[in-house]
């Protein structure tokens, strides 16, 4: 099964997050099929906080990628924002 979630870069106490699609049995920085954005909690007002792909998101939906609880609450973060 795939699905979409986080994975964690970044310096210690500097999180930066990819948004990517991977296989459920992978370990969460581990190998990933595709990039699909990027979530930067520590971003100031001039940068951009959260970016996310919303074609390459309705593909994986369409071909059964489950969202994580967290990209969930991004995705509609995001939609709100852009409304």
Do not use: C, H
């Amino acid at each position: 099964m795939v699905v979409i979630r986080l994975s964690r870069g970044g310096a210690k106490a500097r999180p930066f997050y990819n948004i990517v699609a991977a296989d459920k049995r992978v370990r969460r920085d581990g190998r990933f099929i595709e990039r699909i954005g990027f979530y930067n909690p520590g971003a100031a007002e001039s940068e951009e906080g959260l970016r996310i792909a919303q074609d390459r998101l309705t593909y994986w939906k369409g071909v059964g990628a489950q969202l994580s609880p967290t990209v969930e609450r991004l995705v509609r973060q995001a939609a709100k924002a852009a409304a």
